[in-house]
């Protein structure tokens, strides 16, 4: 009987032994894993390192169109711009067109949150406060429009990746009011009815607001990833590029920003030296990967640009941005997506930061706009 029960135990922790070996082995050879950000890296970087083409557009300054700070999108030659809570048509040329929409709470008013293009349909998609989201012909007419309605969730920025309104949401667990709560995933139709939906994360310190990007959604050959930045929420959710696979989220790729902790102080709000405090979502497109965080360096905050190139294996971790040695407007360029599933990014400055090669522009002109069609 002890032989037994020595051979049944011996069997029992081979067994084990078996499924821990067959488990390291597959999560070895997945499509999983991990860039060291700061490791071998290249530190200074001409942006046409991973740029096919930048191009400055003037953008036309009239009484109607004063712009200040502003994110924006495009379709072909038509830009769409969001400042201050409206939205400016513009072409790649720079001429000022129209304005979309005026700001507001009357009749045929809005104050936009966020913009997004179905480019199918050639419509312009606006998220005003709370949860409307209006669709618009790319003349400004409204061609319908809908509001989110939930007891539980809160829409707190979205992309269209189509056919489908991609949402990042609140959802409230105990009341209205409290600060207890998880953040979504949400996939919407047009009429904004939930077709499905992921549990992202809940936050580790849920009095603090969670910090979101725009465009947390990339889509690249069909395939949708997701990244949420935020202050405080556990690493292993902030710092990793999902793949959004039916009910499933896939951790596809990790980004190592080095050992660093969380605030000294949660009631003062300091970061520890080394910590990352994270801008914008991780970026995926056909051949690289972009992410901008701002590292906290002897109580100073200093911007970085992460890039990795899929194809060279390169990895460029750029202090205060890629340089622009081709319009030759110095660095500190603060690149953001034009659209969930392209290879263009966009930065702007304004005319005080532009060289002296750009003589005619003033303090009373738009900024330029400059867009980056990435390498393929």
């Known amino acids: 009987m002890l032989l037994l029960y020595f051979f049944y135990f011996k069997m029992k922790h081979l067994l084990?032994?078996?499924?821990?070996?067959?488990?390291?082995?597959?999560?070895?050879?997945?499509?999983?894993?991990?860039?060291?950000?700061?490791?071998?890296?290249?530190?200074?970087?001409?942006?046409?390192?991973?740029?096919?083409?930048?191009?400055?557009?003037?953008?036309?300054?009239?009484?109607?169109?004063?712009?200040?700070?502003?994110?924006?999108?495009?379709?072909?030659?038509?830009?769409?711009?969001?400042?201050?809570?409206?939205?400016?048509?513009f072409g790649t040329n720079g001429k000022f067109y129209k304005k979309l929409t005026r700001k507001g709470r009357g009749p045929g008013e809005i104050t936009v949150m966020e913009i997004g293009l179905d480019k199918e349909n050639k419509e312009?998609?606006?998220?005003?406060?709370?949860?409307?989201?209006?669709?618009?012909?790319?003349?400004?007419t409204v061609v319908s429009q809908s509001r989110f309605k939930h007891p539980y969730f809160f829409i707190k920025e979205f992309s269209f990746c189509d056919p489908y309104i991609w949402a990042i949401a609140r959802k409230v667990l105990s009341g209205v009011n409290t600060k207890d709560y998880e953040i979504w995933a949400l996939k919407l139709d047009k009429k904004l009815k939930i077709q499905d939906s992921i549990r992202l994360f809940r936050p580790d310190i849920p009095k603090f607001i969670v910090s979101f990007g725009d465009n947390s959604f990339s889509l690249v050959n069909n395939m949708l990833y997701v990244n949420v930045p935020s202050d405080h929420t556990d690493r292993i959710m902030r710092d990793t590029l999902y793949h959004v696979d039916g009910h499933q989220l896939k951790p596809i790729l990790h980004l190592n920003y080095g050992n660093y902790h969380y605030r000294k102080?949660?009631?003062?709000?300091?970061?520890?030296?080394?910590?990352?405090?994270?801008?914008?979502?991780v970026r995926i497109t056909k051949r690289f990967l972009i992410a901008t965080y701002t590292l906290v360096q002897d109580n100073d905050f200093?911007?970085?640009?992460?890039?990795?190139?899929?194809?060279?294996?390169?990895?460029?971790?750029?202090?205060?941005?890629?340089?622009?040695?081709?319009?030759?407007?110095?660095?500190?360029?603060?690149?953001?997506?034009?659209?969930?599933?392209?290879?263009?990014?966009?930065?702007?400055?304004?005319?005080?930061?532009?060289?002296?090669?750009?003589?005619?522009?003033?303090?009373?002109?738009?900024?330029?706009?400059?867009?980056?069609?990435?390498k393929k």
């Open 16 to 89: 084990v032994f078996v499924v821990l070996i067959c488990t390291l082995s597959c999560e070895h050879n997945s499509d999983f894993f991990v860039l060291d950000v700061q490791d071998r890296s290249i530190e200074q970087a001409g942006i046409s390192e991973i740029a096919e083409t930048l191009m400055p557009v003037f953008l036309e300054t009239t009484s109607e169109c004063l712009l200040s700070e502003f994110s924006m999108t495009k379709d072909d030659s038509l830009l769409f711009i969001l400042s201050d809570s409206e939205v400016y048509l």
């Open 124 to 140: 312009l998609i606006v998220r005003g406060q709370g949860a409307q989201i209006i669709y618009y012909k790319y003349d400004g």
């Open 265 to 281: 102080s949660e009631s003062q709000n300091i970061y520890e030296r080394g910590y990352p405090i994270i801008l914008e979502p």
């Open 302 to 374: 200093i911007l970085y640009t992460f890039c990795y190139d899929f194809r060279s294996k390169k990895k460029y971790n750029v202090k205060n941005g890629f340089d622009d040695n081709i319009c030759k407007t110095g660095n500190d360029l603060y690149m953001r997506p034009v659209d969930p599933s392209n290879d263009e990014f966009y930065y702007y400055k304004q005319f005080d930061e532009l060289p002296e090669s750009f003589p005619k522009r003033t303090e009373k002109d738009n900024p330029v706009l400059f867009i980056i069609t990435l």
